[in-house]
């Protein structure tokens, strides 16, 4: 079982729902990391928190530390936002390491 | 533009070639890392430096070799390789290597091993 899984693995959705991708580690950490690959590799970091909500335009993250669980939302889901979204978590301890969840695979369907 | 650039974008190589990976960062960032992201596997820490010394090797077979002869440039150095060593290789960067820092991903390599 990895320490950080994602659900779910592929999800399509028309233009205009609301999105939801879940996240649950199963170690400590000191701050949860969202990212977004599109087709091509590269990557971009969304956001990085470790504690309650953080917004960037339609693009909303929360972590419940108790729960070990993040989500993230996008509100009026775009074909643009077609991408693998990548949830990660940093070790509390030591050095930076960041541990990878296996992504969330998104279509948005025109 | 995240302001790591890496080069080649593509390589195709055979089992007897020696190639580099060439990363470069423009942020001013203290620490480098390398990553290998495989079809349908989460992506794999490969090397961490932090001020131009490594200070993770995660366990990687010696036929990758990586090199820091400065804080902005990163290389890796590929011999003998097999094709279950094709995948994209990602190189990033942080201000430092310390733990809560995002992090800043290049484009990537596609590698290919035939």
């Known amino acids: 079982k990895n320490e950080v899984e994602q659900s779910p693995q592929n999800l399509t959705a028309q233009e205009g729902e609301f999105i939801t991708i879940n996240c649950s580690y199963s170690v400590g950490i000191s701050a949860l990391h969202w990212l977004q690959q599109h087709p091509g590799g590269g990557i971009v970091s969304l956001f990085m928190?470790?504690?309650g909500k953080k917004k960037h335009g339609r693009l909303i993250a929360t972590i419940n530390i108790q729960e070990k669980h993040s989500s993230l939302h996008i509100t009026a889901s775009h074909p643009r936002d077609s991408a693998v979204y990548i949830c990660?978590?940093?070790?509390?301890?030591?050095?930076?390491?960041?541990?990878f969840g296996t992504g969330t695979r998104l279509t948005i369907i025109p | 533009e995240t302001g790591v650039t890496q080069t080649p974008r593509h390589l195709v190589m055979g089992m007897t070639n020696k190639k580099s990976l060439k990363c470069e960062q423009h942020l001013g960032h203290n620490a480098m890392y390398w990553y290998k992201q495989s079809a349908k596997k989460p992506l794999e820490l490969m090397f961490v430096?932090?001020?131009?010394?490594?200070?993770e090797n995660n366990s990687v077979p010696s036929r990758f070799s990586p090199e820091c002869p400065n804080s902005s440039h990163l290389f890796l150095h590929l011999h003998t390789l097999q094709p279950e060593d094709s995948a994209l290789y990602l190189c990033?960067?942080?201000?430092?290597?310390?733990?809560?820092?995002?992090?800043?991903f290049g484009p990537g390599t596609r590698l290919t091993v035939l």
């Open positions: 990660a978590v940093s070790s509390p301890v030591g050095r930076e390491k960041l541990t």
């Open positions: 990033a960067s942080s201000p430092r290597q310390v733990t809560g820092n995002e992090q800043f």
């Open positions: 928190l470790s504690s």
């Open positions: 430096y932090s001020l131009e010394e490594r200070v």
